[in-house]
């Protein structure tokens, strides 16, 4: 892997729990960068994505949960949430959100280097791109290039872009795209996902592919002939 987002990123806001983290870490040989609120995370990952994330929940600004949220409609970037949150439903929701991995404190620091290690080998599995024709996706940025013109897309465009590829001619429901892209059940006064899917048919307009309604169904990626 290159050096570019070669790096942790710990979203902590306790600075005990921060400094032993980051010890730890660096004494692996691990690159980290640190954020005590969500918008110092959000800066830092505008910048450049990491490798992964290790996030806590009681944040200065925030449930990190809404940070997790925020970062699932446009990236896979693995997420190992580490709080003191440990019920049941704490850890399900947790999972729910997009969670990769749920380690609640305290806990054994062998044990935080072994799951990050796990997430790790995990993530590398993941293709830094996804090649669909003429189509290239990077899931670490939200960047998408249709024939090498980047698209431009919004976080909600992007993500309805790569639910397609990853689903090629599979007709995907209309509830299923909302509660991918938006994280929520979708009502029937909501158009949101019809908006969003005429802005996403407009920027493939000067290509081979759309995006095709299956009338009752939902929606697939059709590559159209000539």
């Excluded at 909501?190 to 969003?196: E, M, P, T």
Aim: net charge positive.
């Amino acid at each position: 892997m290159s050096e570019e987002g070669d790096y942790l990123l710990l979203i902590e806001d306790e600075p005990s729990v921060q400094e032993n983290n980051m010890k730890i870490l660096q004494r692996r040989g691990y690159r980290i960068r640190s954020a005590r609120t969500m918008a110092e995370a959000r800066a830092i990952f505008k910048k450049e994505p990491p490798r992964a994330i290790i996030l806590d929940l009681h944040l200065p600004d925030g449930n990190g949960l809404a940070f997790l949220q925020e970062l699932r409609k446009s990236s896979d970037i693995p997420v190992l949430i580490l709080t003191a949150l440990g019920t049941p439903n704490d850890i399900i929701r947790g999972f729910d959100m997009g969670s990769d991995d749920y380690l609640t404190k305290p806990y054994d620091l062998h044990v935080f280097l072994i799951r990050i290690e796990a997430l790790l080998r995990r993530a590398s599995a993941v293709p830094e791109v996804v090649v669909y024709g003429g189509l290239r996706l990077y899931p670490a940025s939200g960047r998408a290039l249709l024939h090498g013109r980047d698209m431009l897309l919004s976080q909600k465009e992007y993500s309805l872009l790569q639910q397609f590829v990853q689903n090629p001619g599979k007709i995907l429901g209309n509830s299923f795209l909302y509660k991918k892209v938006w994280g929520q059940t979708m009502t029937e006064e909501d158009k949101s996902l019809k908006v969003a899917i005429s802005k996403l048919r407009s920027k493939l307009a000067a290509s081979s592919y759309t995006v095709t309604a299956s009338r009752g169904e939902g929606y697939y990626l059709e590559q159209k002939n000539g």
